[in-house]
């Protein structure tokens, strides 16, 4: 484990190089063509096997394949950006109008590291190593695409692991790590009610049917459904960002919009609240003499990190960097993660790799236009990573 470890510091510079490379060049949702290029390439000048590309666009998996009979292990890295004008004033920094504000440039260097890795010591591992490099994170929609285009077979990984750089947990400083058993991030649900009426003027309501006193009165009672018909001890959140109706002060419209999120740690949870918006809905306008129709649109499902896999990750990291490097996440986050996708289909886990350091002035949440990290924490990633590859099946 040790000398996994000084492998990864070794490599530090190159990985780094990578990271700084992919910095400059982020790209956005399922159109990530430069940077899959620049990942293919660099998989190909280290050997690694059966890389595939244009995986739903321009996701691509690769092969390490041990000289000892075993199992497979996917590792997953995201390596889509955010569209934010960067403003760190890095050299390196990013001048095409996005960012990789949220570390994908990290996550996809580290998986780098750990391929090189993993390929200098073929002969002593056991099965294969399925690299996932995955566009489109940050839309929610890369993890779903890539597994309908075939990314979870051959072969079937037999479980996954995956990481987040950066500050999202607190309990992770820089070159800590931090694991949570069960859920860990929410599933990612956005609604669209339509609430539809009469239109007429604004000063005879009484031969109109206004959607927008209907729309108003559902932004309150869709909160009961958290507050009145959900254990308090069941988190969940439902939030309204988006109203839209009306085109001028004296005309009641016939139509108003709102559109929202629905976050859930429970898949039971997540199923109840979608069922009692549409029934809501449906009673206020009833109620108002109108109607609603509701669009109910399911994302990735709440990342559950499998207690046992968790649990043999954690005694690795523990005795790979010491045990009070390795932190227990006290609370998950209503933030979501189509990881959660790959872990509905396998066991596996997802963990916190800290790489905030307030000593170097990284002080700035994800999707920040100044948000950064402490480079000197991607080594201990690609470590973690192939060093686990290594271990997980003895």
Not at 229 to 255: H, K, M, W
Request: aromatic share 6%.
């Amino acid at each position: 484990m040790k000398a996994i470890l000084n492998e990864a510091g070794a490599l530090g510079e190159q990985i780094t190089a990578w990271r700084r490379h992919l910095h400059q060049i982020p790209e956005l949702g399922l159109e990530t063509k430069e940077t899959s290029a620049y990942i293919a390439g660099e998989l190909k000048k280290m050997g690694a096997a059966d890389i595939r590309e244009n995986i739903a666009g321009w996701g691509v998996s690769a092969l390490v394949k041990g000289a000892l009979p075993g199992k497979t292990l996917a590792i997953r890295a995201d390596c889509d950006g955010l569209p934010i004008v960067e403003e760190t004033g890095l050299p390196f920094a990013s001048k095409n109008g996005c960012m990789h504000a949220c570390g994908h440039d990290a996550h996809t260097a580290i998986a780098l590291g750990a391929a090189k890795l993993l390929l200098a010591r073929k002969d002593e591992l056991a099965g294969t190593v399925k690299f996932i490099f995955q566009p489109a994170e940050e839309n929610v929609k890369g993890a779903k695409a890539m597994i309908d285009d075939g990314v979870m077979e051959n072969p079937a990984p037999d479980a996954l692991i995956g990481l987040h750089t950066g500050c999202l947990w607190k309990e992770a400083g820089p070159g800590e790590i931090g694991v949570r058993y069960g859920a860990l991030m929410a599933a990612v649900d956005r609604f669209q009610i339509t609430f539809r009426g009469k239109g007429g003027h604004g000063a005879t309501p009484h031969l109109a049917v206004d959607p927008v006193t209907m729309a108003s009165a559902a932004v309150l009672e869709l909160q009961t459904i958290l507050s009145r018909e959900l254990s308090p001890l069941d988190p969940a959140v439902l939030t309204i960002g988006r109203i839209a109706g009306g085109t001028a002060f004296n005309i009641i419209a016939e139509e108003c919009v709102l559109e929202g999120t629905v976050r859930t740690l429970s898949p039971a949870t997540r199923a109840f609240v979608e069922e009692r918006i549409r029934a809501l809905a449906s009673r206020v306008a009833e109620g108002m003499r109108g109607s609603a129709e509701v669009e109910y649109d399911a994302g990735p499902p709440p990342l559950i990190n499998n207690p046992d896999f968790t649990r043999k990750f954690q005694d690795f990291a523990s005795a790979m960097i010491g045990p009070e490097k390795v932190k227990e996440i006290a609370e998950p986050t209503m933030g979501g993660e189509d990881v959660a996708y790959f872990l509905e289909m396998v066991p596996g886990t997802f963990f916190a790799h800290g790489s905030c350091n307030p000593e170097k002035g990284q002080v700035y949440p994800h999707h920040n236009p100044k948000f950064d990290i402490d480079e000197d924490t991607l080594p201990l990633g690609a470590a973690l990573f192939a060093g686990f590859a290594l271990n997980w099946q003895k």
